[in-house]
Protein backbone atom coordinates (compact mmCIF):
# COMPACT_ATOMS: atom_id res chain seq x y z
CA UNK A 1 0.00 0.00 0.00
CA UNK A 2 1.14 3.48 1.24
CA UNK A 3 4.53 2.84 2.32
CA UNK A 4 5.99 1.09 -1.72
CA UNK A 5 4.61 4.31 -2.83
CA UNK A 6 6.43 6.29 -0.66
CA UNK A 7 9.47 4.16 -0.59
CA UNK A 8 9.05 4.07 -4.39
CA UNK A 9 8.93 8.01 -4.82
CA UNK A 10 11.95 8.16 -2.18
CA UNK A 11 14.09 5.66 -4.27
CA UNK A 12 12.91 7.68 -7.74
CA UNK A 13 13.70 11.02 -6.04
CA UNK A 14 17.30 9.55 -4.95
CA UNK A 15 17.85 7.96 -8.26
CA UNK A 16 16.91 11.01 -10.19
CA UNK A 17 13.92 9.67 -12.13
CA UNK A 18 11.64 12.63 -11.50
CA UNK A 19 14.29 15.63 -11.87
CA UNK A 20 14.87 14.85 -15.33
CA UNK A 21 12.19 15.98 -16.79
CA UNK A 22 11.84 12.57 -18.85
CA UNK A 23 8.45 10.46 -17.68
CA UNK A 24 9.36 7.94 -15.34
CA UNK A 25 7.87 5.05 -17.17
CA UNK A 26 10.45 6.34 -20.81
CA UNK A 27 13.13 6.06 -18.22
CA UNK A 28 12.64 2.90 -16.88
CA UNK A 29 11.74 1.74 -20.64
CA UNK A 30 15.43 2.98 -21.76
CA UNK A 31 17.34 0.84 -19.23
CA UNK A 32 16.87 -3.10 -19.96
CA UNK A 33 16.07 -5.72 -17.69
CA UNK A 34 18.89 -7.71 -15.04
CA UNK A 35 17.36 -11.30 -16.57
CA UNK A 36 17.72 -13.86 -14.33
CA UNK A 37 16.97 -16.93 -16.02
CA UNK A 38 15.29 -19.91 -13.33
CA UNK A 39 15.31 -23.51 -14.20
CA UNK A 40 13.69 -26.07 -12.04
CA UNK A 41 10.64 -28.69 -12.16
CA UNK A 42 7.72 -26.93 -13.39
CA UNK A 43 6.03 -30.31 -14.50
CA UNK A 44 6.29 -33.78 -13.33
CA UNK A 45 6.37 -35.45 -10.08
CA UNK A 46 8.33 -32.57 -8.64
CA UNK A 47 6.39 -29.46 -10.14
CA UNK A 48 4.63 -28.10 -6.44
CA UNK A 49 8.62 -27.68 -5.22
CA UNK A 50 9.22 -25.71 -8.74
CA UNK A 51 6.35 -24.19 -8.90
CA UNK A 52 6.12 -22.66 -5.02
CA UNK A 53 10.14 -21.77 -5.70
CA UNK A 54 8.71 -19.63 -8.63
CA UNK A 55 5.70 -18.02 -6.97
CA UNK A 56 8.64 -16.88 -3.97
CA UNK A 57 11.11 -15.59 -6.66
CA UNK A 58 8.60 -13.35 -8.49
CA UNK A 59 7.65 -12.50 -5.02
CA UNK A 60 11.04 -11.37 -3.75
CA UNK A 61 11.91 -10.11 -7.66
CA UNK A 62 8.76 -7.56 -6.97
CA UNK A 63 9.92 -6.69 -3.99
CA UNK A 64 13.12 -5.83 -4.52
CA UNK A 65 12.39 -3.56 -8.09
CA UNK A 66 9.91 -2.09 -5.72
CA UNK A 67 13.05 -0.72 -3.71
CA UNK A 68 14.88 0.33 -6.97
CA UNK A 69 16.31 -2.62 -8.16
CA UNK A 70 20.15 -2.04 -9.18
CA UNK A 71 21.72 0.74 -10.89
CA UNK A 72 18.28 1.77 -11.68
CA UNK A 73 17.33 -1.39 -13.78
CA UNK A 74 14.69 -3.55 -12.74
CA UNK A 75 15.11 -7.67 -12.04
CA UNK A 76 13.61 -9.70 -14.32
CA UNK A 77 12.99 -13.92 -13.86
CA UNK A 78 12.32 -15.48 -17.06
CA UNK A 79 11.49 -19.60 -16.04
CA UNK A 80 12.42 -22.78 -17.66
CA UNK A 81 11.11 -26.29 -17.03
CA UNK A 82 14.04 -28.60 -15.89
CA UNK A 83 11.75 -31.09 -15.71
CA UNK A 84 14.35 -32.74 -13.28
CA UNK A 85 16.74 -33.78 -16.62
CA UNK A 86 20.09 -31.85 -16.99
CA UNK A 87 19.08 -31.88 -20.73
CA UNK A 88 16.12 -29.66 -20.23
CA UNK A 89 18.30 -27.45 -17.72
CA UNK A 90 21.07 -27.24 -20.25
CA UNK A 91 18.92 -25.82 -22.82
CA UNK A 92 17.52 -23.42 -20.43
CA UNK A 93 21.26 -22.32 -20.04
CA UNK A 94 21.74 -21.85 -23.87
CA UNK A 95 19.11 -20.06 -24.10
CA UNK A 96 20.31 -17.36 -20.74
CA UNK A 97 23.36 -17.23 -22.55
CA UNK A 98 21.71 -16.23 -26.09
CA UNK A 99 19.93 -13.58 -24.57
CA UNK A 100 22.85 -12.33 -22.61
CA UNK A 101 21.15 -12.92 -19.44
CA UNK A 102 24.09 -12.27 -16.70
CA UNK A 103 22.62 -15.19 -14.36
CA UNK A 104 21.51 -18.79 -14.30
CA UNK A 105 19.42 -19.46 -11.52
CA UNK A 106 18.57 -22.84 -10.57
CA UNK A 107 17.31 -24.65 -7.01
CA UNK A 108 16.47 -28.47 -7.68
CA UNK A 109 18.79 -31.17 -8.11
CA UNK A 110 22.37 -31.81 -7.46
CA UNK A 111 23.19 -33.94 -10.78
CA UNK A 112 21.63 -30.71 -12.39
CA UNK A 113 23.51 -28.46 -11.08
CA UNK A 114 26.81 -31.02 -11.59
CA UNK A 115 26.02 -30.54 -15.12
CA UNK A 116 25.16 -26.78 -14.77
CA UNK A 117 28.98 -26.16 -13.40
CA UNK A 118 30.76 -28.29 -15.94
CA UNK A 119 28.59 -26.69 -19.11
CA UNK A 120 28.71 -22.81 -17.36
CA UNK A 121 32.45 -23.68 -16.80
CA UNK A 122 33.17 -24.40 -20.60
CA UNK A 123 30.61 -21.93 -22.00
CA UNK A 124 33.33 -19.14 -19.84
CA UNK A 125 35.84 -20.26 -20.88
CA UNK A 126 35.09 -20.09 -24.40
CA UNK A 127 32.79 -16.80 -24.43
CA UNK A 128 34.89 -14.80 -22.65
CA UNK A 129 32.37 -12.00 -24.12
CA UNK A 130 29.10 -13.56 -22.86
CA UNK A 131 29.83 -15.14 -19.23
CA UNK A 132 27.00 -16.04 -16.77
CA UNK A 133 27.06 -16.88 -13.55
CA UNK A 134 25.34 -19.90 -11.91
CA UNK A 135 23.44 -18.82 -8.90
CA UNK A 136 22.41 -22.09 -6.88
CA UNK A 137 19.50 -21.68 -4.23
CA UNK A 138 19.04 -25.47 -3.66
CA UNK A 139 21.11 -28.30 -5.13
CA UNK A 140 23.26 -28.90 -1.97
CA UNK A 141 25.37 -32.01 -2.78
CA UNK A 142 28.68 -31.55 -0.43
CA UNK A 143 31.02 -31.90 -3.39
CA UNK A 144 29.66 -29.09 -5.47
CA UNK A 145 31.55 -26.54 -3.33
CA UNK A 146 34.45 -29.04 -2.82
CA UNK A 147 36.01 -31.13 -4.91
CA UNK A 148 33.91 -29.64 -8.15
CA UNK A 149 33.90 -25.94 -6.96
CA UNK A 150 33.87 -23.19 -9.70
CA UNK A 151 34.04 -19.79 -9.61
CA UNK A 152 30.81 -19.13 -11.56
CA UNK A 153 29.48 -21.28 -9.48
CA UNK A 154 27.71 -19.21 -6.28
CA UNK A 155 25.57 -21.81 -3.96
CA UNK A 156 22.85 -19.75 -1.57
CA UNK A 157 22.16 -22.47 0.69
CA UNK A 158 23.94 -24.20 3.12
CA UNK A 159 25.22 -27.57 2.12
CA UNK A 160 24.45 -31.62 2.91
CA UNK A 161 27.01 -31.53 5.23
CA UNK A 162 25.75 -28.64 6.98
CA UNK A 163 22.60 -29.37 7.26
CA UNK A 164 23.31 -32.41 8.62
CA UNK A 165 25.57 -31.12 10.91
CA UNK A 166 22.54 -29.64 12.44
CA UNK A 167 20.19 -32.32 12.32
CA UNK A 168 22.38 -34.59 14.11
CA UNK A 169 23.09 -32.01 17.19
CA UNK A 170 19.36 -31.29 17.52
CA UNK A 171 18.71 -35.53 17.81
CA UNK A 172 17.50 -36.15 21.19
CA UNK A 173 19.88 -38.01 23.70
CA UNK A 174 17.31 -40.86 24.41
CA UNK A 175 17.67 -41.80 20.55
CA UNK A 176 19.56 -44.78 19.66
CA UNK A 177 18.25 -46.42 16.79
CA UNK A 178 17.91 -44.84 13.42
CA UNK A 179 16.76 -45.55 9.72
CA UNK A 180 18.50 -44.14 6.38
CA UNK A 181 16.59 -43.58 3.80
CA UNK A 182 17.22 -41.40 0.98
CA UNK A 183 17.20 -40.57 -3.13
CA UNK A 184 19.58 -42.28 -5.43
CA UNK A 185 21.48 -39.74 -7.07
CA UNK A 186 24.04 -36.86 -6.19
CA UNK A 187 22.21 -35.82 -3.76
CA UNK A 188 21.07 -38.55 -1.48
CA UNK A 189 24.44 -40.32 -1.72
CA UNK A 190 25.43 -37.35 -0.21
CA UNK A 191 23.17 -37.55 2.73
CA UNK A 192 23.55 -40.87 3.03
CA UNK A 193 27.61 -40.31 3.15
CA UNK A 194 27.30 -37.72 5.54
CA UNK A 195 25.02 -38.95 7.98
CA UNK A 196 26.92 -41.81 8.73
CA UNK A 197 30.07 -39.80 9.00
CA UNK A 198 28.45 -37.16 11.67
CA UNK A 199 26.50 -39.86 13.58
CA UNK A 200 30.03 -41.30 14.22
CA UNK A 201 31.36 -38.36 14.66
CA UNK A 202 28.52 -36.54 17.18
CA UNK A 203 26.63 -39.64 18.43
CA UNK A 204 28.57 -42.49 18.13
CA UNK A 205 25.73 -44.10 20.52
CA UNK A 206 23.30 -44.17 17.75
CA UNK A 207 23.19 -47.15 15.71
CA UNK A 208 22.03 -47.53 11.79
CA UNK A 209 19.55 -50.21 11.68
CA UNK A 210 19.09 -49.38 8.18
CA UNK A 211 20.34 -47.33 5.27
CA UNK A 212 18.40 -47.65 1.94
CA UNK A 213 18.48 -45.39 -1.32
CA UNK A 214 15.01 -45.42 -3.34
CA UNK A 215 14.73 -44.55 -7.17
CA UNK A 216 14.17 -40.39 -7.47
CA UNK A 217 10.05 -39.85 -7.74
CA UNK A 218 9.41 -43.21 -8.54
CA UNK A 219 7.85 -45.01 -5.46
CA UNK A 220 4.47 -44.16 -5.20
CA UNK A 221 3.17 -46.50 -2.66
CA UNK A 222 5.56 -46.04 0.92
CA UNK A 223 3.99 -48.53 3.21
CA UNK A 224 6.55 -51.60 2.60
CA UNK A 225 9.22 -49.19 3.22
CA UNK A 226 7.54 -48.40 6.77
CA UNK A 227 6.81 -51.85 7.30
CA UNK A 228 10.80 -52.38 7.20
CA UNK A 229 11.84 -49.34 8.98
CA UNK A 230 9.41 -50.60 12.01
CA UNK A 231 10.69 -54.51 11.16
CA UNK A 232 14.15 -52.87 12.16
CA UNK A 233 13.01 -51.43 15.16
CA UNK A 234 14.25 -48.00 14.04
CA UNK A 235 12.99 -44.93 16.54
CA UNK A 236 13.67 -42.74 13.82
CA UNK A 237 14.50 -41.94 10.43
CA UNK A 238 16.58 -39.65 8.64
CA UNK A 239 15.75 -38.86 5.16
CA UNK A 240 17.03 -35.94 2.51
CA UNK A 241 14.02 -36.82 0.49
CA UNK A 242 11.87 -34.04 -1.10
CA UNK A 243 8.95 -33.58 -3.13
CA UNK A 244 6.53 -36.86 -3.20
CA UNK A 245 9.27 -38.51 -2.11
CA UNK A 246 9.41 -37.17 1.82
CA UNK A 247 5.41 -36.48 1.63
CA UNK A 248 4.16 -39.60 0.72
CA UNK A 249 6.53 -41.47 2.63
CA UNK A 250 5.72 -39.18 6.44
CA UNK A 251 1.90 -39.86 5.44
CA UNK A 252 2.63 -43.58 5.02
CA UNK A 253 4.04 -43.37 8.62
CA UNK A 254 1.47 -41.35 10.34
CA UNK A 255 -1.12 -43.50 8.52
CA UNK A 256 0.00 -46.64 9.43
CA UNK A 257 0.49 -45.55 13.03
CA UNK A 258 3.96 -46.63 13.91
CA UNK A 259 5.46 -44.99 16.76
CA UNK A 260 8.39 -43.02 14.50
CA UNK A 261 9.73 -39.82 14.17
CA UNK A 262 10.66 -38.25 11.41
CA UNK A 263 14.30 -35.90 10.54
CA UNK A 264 13.85 -34.18 7.29
CA UNK A 265 15.21 -31.45 5.10
CA UNK A 266 12.40 -30.61 3.21
CA UNK A 267 8.93 -31.62 4.67
CA UNK A 268 8.51 -27.75 5.13
CA UNK A 269 7.97 -27.21 1.74
CA UNK A 270 4.77 -26.52 -0.48
CA UNK A 271 2.93 -29.72 -0.10
CA UNK A 272 4.44 -31.18 2.84
CA UNK A 273 2.72 -29.87 5.55
CA UNK A 274 -0.79 -31.14 3.72
CA UNK A 275 0.65 -34.38 3.17
CA UNK A 276 1.31 -34.96 6.61
CA UNK A 277 -2.17 -33.52 8.44
CA UNK A 278 -2.49 -33.50 12.38
CA UNK A 279 -1.30 -37.04 13.45
CA UNK A 280 2.65 -35.58 12.82
CA UNK A 281 1.86 -33.39 15.62
CA UNK A 282 5.46 -32.92 17.55
CA UNK A 283 6.71 -36.25 15.38
CA UNK A 284 8.56 -34.64 12.56
CA UNK A 285 11.62 -32.10 12.34
CA UNK A 286 12.72 -30.03 9.19
CA UNK A 287 16.31 -28.05 9.13
CA UNK A 288 15.29 -24.97 7.29
CA UNK A 289 16.32 -21.83 6.39
CA UNK A 290 13.23 -19.98 7.94
CA UNK A 291 9.80 -19.81 9.08
CA UNK A 292 7.70 -17.91 9.38
CA UNK A 293 6.53 -18.34 13.07
CA UNK A 294 10.68 -17.39 13.70
CA UNK A 295 9.68 -13.77 13.18
CA UNK A 296 7.65 -13.21 15.70
CA UNK A 297 9.67 -14.60 18.32
CA UNK A 298 12.84 -12.64 17.37
CA UNK A 299 10.22 -9.95 17.06
CA UNK A 300 10.99 -8.94 13.81
CA UNK A 301 7.45 -7.16 12.78
CA UNK A 302 8.92 -5.96 9.06
CA UNK A 303 9.75 -9.68 8.69
CA UNK A 304 6.58 -11.06 9.39
CA UNK A 305 4.65 -8.95 7.48
CA UNK A 306 6.87 -9.35 4.48
CA UNK A 307 6.25 -13.24 4.79
CA UNK A 308 2.25 -12.80 5.65
CA UNK A 309 1.63 -10.91 2.62
CA UNK A 310 2.91 -14.06 0.56
CA UNK A 311 0.65 -16.42 2.62
CA UNK A 312 -2.17 -13.97 2.03
CA UNK A 313 -1.85 -13.89 -1.67
CA UNK A 314 -0.64 -17.68 -2.05
CA UNK A 315 -2.39 -19.83 0.41
CA UNK A 316 1.11 -21.23 1.77
CA UNK A 317 4.38 -20.38 3.64
CA UNK A 318 7.10 -18.28 2.30
CA UNK A 319 10.03 -20.86 3.04
CA UNK A 320 12.21 -19.44 1.20
CA UNK A 321 14.03 -16.47 3.11
CA UNK A 322 17.05 -17.51 1.01
CA UNK A 323 15.78 -16.15 -2.28
CA UNK A 324 15.78 -12.89 -0.50
CA UNK A 325 18.75 -12.66 0.40
CA UNK A 326 19.97 -13.75 -3.09
CA UNK A 327 18.93 -10.87 -4.63
CA UNK A 328 20.22 -8.57 -1.90
CA UNK A 329 23.35 -9.76 -2.23
CA UNK A 330 23.29 -9.60 -6.55
CA UNK A 331 21.79 -5.67 -5.84
CA UNK A 332 24.75 -4.80 -3.87
CA UNK A 333 27.26 -6.86 -5.90
CA UNK A 334 25.83 -4.92 -9.07
CA UNK A 335 26.08 -1.93 -7.58
CA UNK A 336 29.61 -2.92 -6.06
CA UNK A 337 30.91 -3.68 -9.59
CA UNK A 338 28.99 -0.45 -11.30
CA UNK A 339 28.55 -3.03 -14.14
CA UNK A 340 26.26 -6.06 -14.76
CA UNK A 341 29.30 -7.96 -16.01
CA UNK A 342 29.08 -11.26 -14.58
CA UNK A 343 32.92 -11.43 -14.02
CA UNK A 344 33.26 -7.96 -12.36
CA UNK A 345 29.53 -9.09 -10.27
CA UNK A 346 31.52 -12.37 -9.50
CA UNK A 347 34.54 -11.13 -8.07
CA UNK A 348 32.11 -8.30 -6.04
CA UNK A 349 30.27 -11.25 -4.46
CA UNK A 350 33.12 -13.49 -3.30
CA UNK A 351 33.33 -12.60 0.62
CA UNK A 352 30.92 -10.19 0.64
CA UNK A 353 28.90 -10.03 4.01
CA UNK A 354 25.30 -8.64 4.86
CA UNK A 355 22.75 -9.05 7.77
CA UNK A 356 19.60 -10.56 6.07
CA UNK A 357 16.51 -9.13 6.58
CA UNK A 358 15.95 -10.82 9.67
CA UNK A 359 18.94 -9.24 11.00
CA UNK A 360 21.45 -11.93 10.93
CA UNK A 361 24.50 -12.32 9.96
CA UNK A 362 25.39 -14.05 6.45
CA UNK A 363 28.50 -13.98 4.33
CA UNK A 364 29.40 -15.77 0.76
CA UNK A 365 32.39 -17.26 1.43
CA UNK A 366 35.41 -16.55 -0.99
CA UNK A 367 37.51 -19.60 -0.49
CA UNK A 368 34.50 -22.10 -2.01
CA UNK A 369 31.72 -19.55 -2.81
CA UNK A 370 29.30 -21.42 -0.23
CA UNK A 371 27.22 -19.13 1.51
CA UNK A 372 26.65 -19.55 5.26
CA UNK A 373 23.80 -18.07 7.07
CA UNK A 374 21.83 -18.91 10.53
CA UNK A 375 19.80 -22.25 10.03
CA UNK A 376 16.70 -23.46 11.83
CA UNK A 377 15.87 -26.82 13.70
CA UNK A 378 11.40 -26.40 13.58
CA UNK A 379 8.64 -28.44 14.91
CA UNK A 380 5.73 -29.47 13.06
CA UNK A 381 3.73 -28.86 16.01
CA UNK A 382 0.32 -27.00 17.51
CA UNK A 383 -0.15 -23.90 19.14
CA UNK A 384 2.30 -21.78 16.84
CA UNK A 385 0.74 -18.46 15.68
CA UNK A 386 1.38 -19.21 12.04
CA UNK A 387 -0.19 -22.77 10.54
CA UNK A 388 1.05 -24.27 7.43
CA UNK A 389 -1.57 -25.02 4.70
CA UNK A 390 -4.24 -24.18 6.81
CA UNK A 391 -3.42 -27.61 8.83
CA UNK A 392 -3.77 -26.03 12.33
CA UNK A 393 0.18 -26.96 12.52
CA UNK A 394 2.73 -25.32 11.72
CA UNK A 395 6.71 -24.68 12.31
CA UNK A 396 7.81 -24.17 15.47
CA UNK A 397 11.50 -22.73 15.75
CA UNK A 398 13.17 -25.37 18.67
CA UNK A 399 16.72 -23.91 17.62
CA UNK A 400 18.72 -21.53 15.27
CA UNK A 401 21.90 -22.05 14.30
CA UNK A 402 24.39 -19.22 13.84
CA UNK A 403 26.60 -18.51 10.81
CA UNK A 404 29.53 -18.83 12.75
CA UNK A 405 29.09 -22.27 14.07
CA UNK A 406 28.65 -23.35 10.36
CA UNK A 407 31.79 -22.55 9.04
CA UNK A 408 32.56 -26.42 7.49
CA UNK A 409 35.96 -26.43 6.06
CA UNK A 410 36.13 -26.74 2.26
CA UNK A 411 38.26 -28.69 -0.31
CA UNK A 412 38.06 -26.16 -2.69
CA UNK A 413 40.78 -25.45 -4.98
CA UNK A 414 39.27 -21.95 -6.45
CA UNK A 415 40.97 -21.73 -9.66
CA UNK A 416 39.90 -17.50 -10.20
CA UNK A 417 40.22 -15.97 -14.58
CA UNK A 418 42.35 -13.24 -14.32
CA UNK A 419 39.94 -9.98 -13.72
Known amino acids: GGDVKKMLLAVMAAVGFIAGGMSTSAQAQAKPTIKLVYTDPLSGPFAQVGDANLKQWQYVISYINATGGALGRKFELIPFDSKTQPAEALLALKAATDMNAPFLVHC ?195 AERFAKTFRDANKFEFTSATFRTILEYLQAAIIKANSVDPTKIAFALEGMTQKDFLGYDTVMRKDDHQFISEYIVGSFAKGVKYDAEGTGLGWRPDTIVLAKDLMQPTSCKMKRPSK
Open 108 to 302: SGSNIAAALIEAVNKHNTRNPDNRILYINCGAVATELTNDQCSFWHYRFDLNVAQKVEVMVRALPKDLKKVYLLNQDYLFGQSVQRDAKLFLQKLRPDIQVVGDELIPLGKVKDFSPYITKIKAAGAQALISGNWGPDINLLVKAGIEAGVDLRYYTMYTHLAGGPTAMGPGADGKVLSVMPFTENLAPQIKNET
